[in-house]
């Protein structure tokens, strides 16, 4: 006999595969013989499966890793100000040859401007901050280095324009680097993606970037070409590139030091409002609204307020801040809304005392600027180039009368009692320019007839002003007067020209009468003299946000 057990049938087999206790070892009469073959064949199948190991999924990127917590995205909780863990963050542009000494570790974050592939087994990625930038290499395999080839996988998968956040050392590259702005690497060590971009980018900002001189290849083709519109409608990515961040900084600049400069000279800023009662500057170029049931207006500038807080006794005061003008034209030089540069001041006994102020207050910026940002303004003109600008250290100061004067002798005719369009400023400072070498000069005495109501006119002939434009690189940036500061004078000024004084400035016309001191000042566009100054072409570019008659977005 046989030691062994005899064989199942199939029913058994199938039972057992089940899992479950075999109720017969008999054929089931209802099937035949070949039936129960595929059957027993079907079960015997199942068995085997049952008996061999369970297929597990495929592993996460990562996870059997050893350096997997060295990258990775980082998990939104982790972003919201969870702990404060004290790690000490570097700056790119700290990180330079001298300041960075080879093998200190740093942990920096930034903007992925570049993801480079070298084999599987290396990747470079080039991380923009501000204006700087730095290249990162990740080496798998490197010795201490930490750095698997799933990690390399994971630096490829960035996307351009994540918010990267990179742990490394420093080390000083065998060839010089052309595509950063630090002559130093990282060598990585750690790299976590804080935000991916999850879009498609409206444009590349290489293309957003590039100067028109590099749009054009040795085949005479231009490079994508990225239109001011479109900038501006995506406005949030065109301030990455390294030029408009140059840009603001310029403009930044420019702002500190009219604020330095003025209180160094006992002048102190203020604030004026800009909901008023109507205009403050006459014409039609006035936003309107409803304040509380009232007609009102947004102001023009800060100049009746300015004025009566001489009158108030404050003597030297300045205003920057938001100016509204209802602009329809759409030129390279207007804006809707632009920050205004405003000055106000007792005088002794000339408007010339303004003249002063604004010569030694704009040589000053002019000189800050040319001597204090010349990183800034290389990277401007390496995109926008533009010539140096040139300004005497004494600013000329010309009459109206002998523009015209120039104007005529170089064979255009202007009305003697008109002011000048924007072709006439042009070709002006183009003369005054090859006379007298300058870019920047002052233009005073101007008919009465174009200047607003309240400019003092002058003694020995009321047709002209005492008043004045300042022009740079043949453009206007500034104009001031004298203001009159007697209450009947301004009353019969105001009528002449139409202006409606008894009801919309009624609280301006009473302060004169309280004995208003004399005093003068000026307004300029913080915008148009930082376009003019850089030599760009639009002051779109200098605003961050612009408004135009067509554009109040973003």
């Known amino acids: 006999m046989s030691s062994e057990p005899p064989p199942a049938s199939a029913a058994a087999v199938e039972e057992l595969a089940a899992g479950l206790a075999p109720a017969t070892t008999e054929p ?23 008996q061999q190991p369970q297929m597990q999924p495929p592993a996460a990127p990562g996870a059997e890793d050893p350096f997997a917590a060295n990258y990775g995205d980082v998990p939104v909780e982790e972003t919201q100000s969870k702990a404060v863990t004290g790690r000490s963050w570097a700056e790119v542009s700290d990180l330079g040859a001298e300041a960075a000494a080879a093998g200190r570790a740093v942990l920096v974050r930034g903007f992925a401007q570049e993801i480079r592939s070298l084999g599987k087994m290396m990747a470079f990625v080039v991380l923009r901050q501000g204006m700087s930038s ?16 799933q990690m390399v996988a994971f630096a490829k998968s960035l996307t351009k324009e994540s918010t990267v956040e990179v742990e490394g050392v420093v080390a000083f590259p065998k060839e010089p680097l052309v595509s950063t702005t630090q002559q130093v690497e990282i060598h990585v060590r750690k790299i976590h993606c804080i935000n991916r ?71 102190y800023e203020i604030d004026t409002p800009k909901l008023i009662g109507g205009s403050s500057e006459g014409g039609a170029d006035v936003f309107d609204l409803v304040y509380h049931g009232q007609p009102a207006c947004l102001a023009q500038s800060p100049q009746l307020h300015k004025q009566m807080a001489i009158i108030g006794g404050c003597r030297r005061v300045f205003v920057v801040g938001p100016v509204f003008r209802a602009e329809t034209s759409r030129t390279h030089r207007h804006l809707c809304e632009f920050t205004g540069l405003d000055v106000e001041m007792e005088i002794m006994e000339h408007y010339f005392e303004v003249c002063d ?100 006119p002058c003694y020995d002939n009321p047709a002209y002003s005492n008043s004045f434009d300042v022009f740079l690189r043949g ?42 001191p004399l005093h003068g000042g000026f307004g300029a566009g913080l915008e148009r003299v930082v376009m003019l100054f850089c030599g760009l072409g639009n002051v779109r570019m200098v605003s961050m946000f612009p408004r135009d008659s067509r554009r109040i977005s973003p």
């Open 197 to 267: 971009v999850t879009t498609t980018l409206p444009f590349n900002l290489e293309d957003a970037a590039r100067s028109d001189a590099e749009s054009e290849n040795s085949g005479g083709k231009q490079s994508p070409h990225v239109g001011l519109d479109t900038r501006l409608n995506n406005r949030a990515l065109d301030l990455r590139t390294r030029t408009n961040q140059a840009i603001q900084r310029i403009r930044h600049e420019v702002k500190m030091k009219f604020k330095e400069f003025l209180s160094s000279k006992g002048f």
């Open 357 to 456: 102020l604004i010569d030694g207050l704009f040589v000053s910026i002019f000189k800050h600027l040319t001597e204090k940002c010349k990183y800034e303004l290389g990277i401007i003109n390496s995109q926008y180039p533009f010539e140096p600008l040139k300004y005497l250290d004494q600013t000329l100061r010309l009459t109206y009368e002998e523009g015209i004067q120039m104007l005529k002798e170089a064979g255009t005719e202007m009305d003697p009692m008109g002011d000048l369009n924007t072709e006439a400023e042009r070709k002006l400072g183009r003369l005054v320019k090859e006379k007298y070498g300058t870019d920047f000069f002052i233009l005073h005495r101007y008919p009465s007839a174009v200047r607003p109501f309240y400019t003092m």
């Open 28 to 50: 089931t009469p209802s099937k035949n013989k070949k039936q129960l073959n595929k059957d027993a064949r079907r079960a015997e199948r199942a068995a085997r499966r049952q």
């Open 475 to 516: 453009e206007e940036i500034i104009s001031g007067a004298q203001r009159i500061h007697i209450p009947g004078m301004l009353a019969k000024r105001a009528q002449e020209c139409g202006v409606d004084a008894s009801t919309t400035m009624s609280a301006y016309m009473e302060s004169l009468s309280f004995g208003a």
């Open 134 to 149: 730095v290249q990162c290499v990740l080496a798998a395999g490197a010795d201490g280095a930490g750095v698997s080839k």
